[in-house]
């Protein structure tokens, strides 16, 4: 089984004199398909041919500034082709942005560009397997879903965030198709974060994120009539006597689990 090679790059943004996106960050990390563990990896900074399509600011960190002494991508070729050449690629949306930005880069160059011998774009797999329970797909929304962290938008720390937000997800649907029937995200009356939220602002948004903290102590009132609640308990014993005289319930629970 070939390795995995989790990968991002970071670029300039489209401009309206510009729509050239110049590469300035390559990260990867290379991760055992068996064990979904780091077993190496590789990060550098690039300098563009032309400094002045790099802004001076810039939320992640990588500005002019920052580029201005990095090398440029002739001298890190050797060492990005020896880390993706051959191996499964993995990455975010990489089909259709991070894949065609390393293939400009080698061209460039005058270079043949690295050929994975597979790809897996996890847009595309969410997308059809986890679906959108989480909000949109974008790799911050389901980082925030999970509580991984913010995302950071530097390539080494993205591509270590999409192995971890796939380790989820991928955690999420086999407990779900172990017990299809009680932890299956179509069941009725389960309300995503997402569907829940859907029809507030920003703001509100925010103010959902943490409860307001209480100086007292309150009971609420319960709105079922807890009248007949002794019965019902005592049938229900009944119901697992019943149970466990003709089967045991640790059987039960081991069938449901290797389903």
Known sequence: MGELVFFDVETTMPTGAE????????????????????????????RPADLSVVPPHRISGITREAVSSAPPFEDVADQIYKIMHGRVWVGHNIRRFDCPRL???YADIGRSAPEPIGVIDSLNVLSQGFGRRAGDLKMATLASYFKIGPQKHRSIDDARMNLEVIKHCATVLFLES????ILSNNNVGMVTRSKAT????CRQQISRK??????????????????????????????LRGARGSRPLNTLLRHSLLR
């Open 103 to 105: 293939r400009e880069a």
């Open 210 to 239: 943490s409860p307001p903290t209480c100086t007292a102590v309150t009971r609420r009132t319960s709105p079922y009539n807890t009248r007949g609640f002794g019965k019902v308990v005592e049938k229900a014993k009944d119901a």
């Open 178 to 181: 172990s017990l299809p029937n």
């Open 19 to 46: 729509s050239r996106c110049w590469m300035l960050e390559f990260g990867a990390i290379l991760v055992c398909p068996k064990k979904l563990v780091e077993i190496g990896s590789y990060c550098t900074s690039i």
């Open 198 to 201: 859907a029809t507030l602002t």
